[in-house]
Structure formats: structure tokens, C-alpha cells
């Protein structure tokens, strides 16, 4: 069992409707990222979540440090979202553990 | 600010070539990591640094060397590429390790063949 679990794998939706990313993980962490790549390939830092909950623009990520989980909250959604949504979480100081990815593909 | 840059973007080796990836970042940052990226997995830790001079191997760094002789340069080496080195390679850095922002440089796609 991978210590970062993410679901669903692959998700499409309607341009306009709220999508629900998930994260689980099952190792203590100092912090839980997650990441954006586009067709193409560079990945961008969306979020950095030690707890609570964090905004920017249409994007909201919430974590639950004693469940072990973390959504991605996307409102709106816009076809320029489709991407790979990656959740990493640090463990202890020095590395991060990846989780596979959900692919998300918005339709007009 | 460049932030992580990596170069080259693309590569097609054959068997038992070497090459080596280069990696650089100007924000200062004491932690670089490489990492592999292989379809439908996440990516995995090849080498990382804490610091200038300072590395250490990660879960993959069979068939890789690196080394660490300036804050801002952090290059891969691929002795004797195989076949099993085709991947997409990513560098990262962040400032320390804990609750610090990760920076992703744009990738290189590496082809064995």
C-alpha cells in the first residue's frame, strides 16, 4: 500500500461544476503539498497545508491532520484546469512522498 | 527570478551512453532534490542535497551519481544509461526541509534507447 493515496485516478467534469480532489495518507508529515502539471510537464506548487484550510482564486485545500486526509476543492471549474493534481506530504525533515495523481479533464 | 531551471528538456541516449542533467536555482535554497517521474506512478527520490557538499541517496539512485559543489547547481549523472533510465527526470528545491514551499523546475524527458 503506498503511503500517499489519492482518488479518484481519473476524473472529467462539465466546465462550470465543483470538483473534490482527495489525499490520504498513513505516515506522520510536517506538511502536505499539493501540485499542479500540466500537459507538457512542469509542475507547479498549488498549496502548502500544515492545517486549517488555505484559498487562492477558485482553489480551496483543507486537510484533517488526525484523519490523515486533504481535499482539493476546485468551484467553477474552467477546461484550462485540466491537469494532474499531485498531493505530496513532507515526512520527517528532508523528502517528499508523492501520490500518483488524479488527471482531471474539464469539458466546455 | 528564474527559479529551478533544468536543461536540457529532451535527450534520446542510446545504451551505455552517459549524460548529465544540470540543474540550477537562484532563490538560495539549501535543499535540491532529483526525482523520476514514470507513468501512472508518483514520482520517486533519486539523490537529494541539505546543502552544498552534502548528498544523499534516495529511494531509486541505482545507475545515478550526483554532486553538490555550489548552493545553486545540483547535476544528475547517468553512467551507462539502460533502457530503465527512460523516464521524466524533476529537480526540485526548497529553502529546508518541514514546512517550506517546493519548487519544481520544467522537467527533462529522457529517452534510453
Known amino acids: 500500500k503506498n503511503e500517499v493515496e489519492q482518488s479518484p485516478q481519473n476524473l472529467t467534469a462539465q466546465e462550470g461544476e465543483f470538483i473534490t480532489i482527495n489525499c490520504s495518507y498513513s505516515?506522520?508529515?510536517?506538511?502536505l503539498h499539493w501540485l499542479q502539471q500540466h500537459p507538457g510537464g512542469g509542475i507547479v506548487s498549488l498549496f502548502m497545508l500544515s492545517s486549517g484550510k488555505k484559498k487562492h482564486g477558485r482553489l480551496i485545500a483543507t486537510i484533517n491532520i488526525q484523519e490523515k486526509h486533504s481535499s482539493l476543492h476546485i468551484t467553477a471549474s474552467h477546461p484550462r484546469d485540466s491537469a494532474v493534481y499531485i498531493c505530496a506530504v513532507r515526512s520527517g525533515t528532508d523528502k517528499l512522498i508523492f501520490g500518483t495523481g488524479t488527471r482531471l479533464q474539464v469539458f466546455p | 527570478n528564474a527559479g529551478v531551471t533544468q536543461t536540457p528538456k529532451f535527450r534520446i541516449l542510446k545504451i551505455g551512453q552517459s549524460m548529465t542533467l544540470q540543474c540550477t536555482q537562484d532563490?538560495?535554497?539549501?535543499?535540491m532534490y532529483w526525482y523520476r517521474q514514470d507513468p501512472g506512478m508518483g514520482l520517486k527520490l533519486i539523490y537529494y542535497?541539505?546543502?552544498?557538499?552534502?548528498?544523499d541517496k534516495g529511494e531509486v539512485p541505482n545507475g545515478y551519481n550526483v554532486s553538490r559543489s555550489t548552493t545553486e547547481d545540483f547535476p544528475l549523472r547517468l553512467e551507462l544509461a539502460a533502457p530503465s533510465q527512460t523516464s521524466v527526470y524533476f529537480c526540485?528545491?526548497?529553502?529546508?526541509?518541514?514546512?517550506?514551499?517546493?519548487?519544481f523546475g520544467q522537467g527533462t524527458r529522457l529517452t534510453v534507447v
Open positions: 532563490m538560495n535554497h539549501n535543499y
Open positions: 505516515v506522520g508529515i510536517s506538511a
Open positions: 526540485a528545491s526548497s529553502y529546508s526541509g518541514g514546512v517550506t514551499e517546493a519548487f
Open positions: 542535497s541539505v546543502g552544498a557538499g552534502i548528498t
